[in-house]
Every structure is written in structure tokens, then in C-alpha cells.
């Protein structure tokens, strides 16, 4: 009668181990941190806007570029050699 009674308690006792780790596994994934998306690649690097030198016809980046203001308009050059050339 008494082995009875352990094997019941033995049973409640796993049905609850069993319980307290379901509610576990159920509260688990809903909270688990979410994958941060690696980057596929490096980032990009802006494309620096290009001038096209009037002069020699070579694009030079608007950074570097020799600036000029002909009529209104600002040309670009590649060097102040080629600006010279231009105005001349
Ligand atoms: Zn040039």
C-alpha cells in the first residue's frame, strides 16, 4: 500500500518537473533574443560624386576637384593647371 503511494507522489512529481519545464521551453521562445542580421558584407562606401574636367576629360571627385565659376556655372577640374587652361 505504501509503494503505492510513492509511485502516485513519485508521478505528480514528474508530471510536475515535467510542467514547470514545458512552461520553461514556452516562456524560452518567445523571449529569446532575436538574431542580429549580420551585415552580408562590408559596409558600403558612398559613392563620391564625380566632375568631368572639361579640360582633359578625366573625371576627378567633387572633393578634389578645382572649382571655377564660369558664367553661373561651377566646372571642375582636375588640377589648377587645367583650370588655367580653361580660363585662358
Ligand atoms: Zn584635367
Do not use: W
Not at 70 to 83: A, H
Amino acid at each position: 500500500m505504501k509503494s503505492v503511494l510513492i509511485l502516485i507522489a513519485v508521478f505528480f512529481i514528474v508530471r510536475a518537473l515535467k510542467n514547470s519545464l514545458e512552461a520553461k521551453k514556452q516562456m524560452k521562445a518567445p523571449s529569446a533574443p532575436p538574431q542580429p542580421k549580420e551585415p552580408t558584407g562590408p559596409p558600403r562606401e558612398k559613392a563620391e560624386e564625380m566632375a568631368l574636367d572639361p579640360v582633359c576629360g578625366s573625371y576627378v571627385p567633387l572633393s578634389s576637384a578645382v572649382k571655377s565659376t564660369d558664367s553661373g556655372k561651377t566646372v571642375y577640374f582636375c588640377s589648377e593647371d587645367c583650370r588655367g587652361r580653361y580660363e585662358s
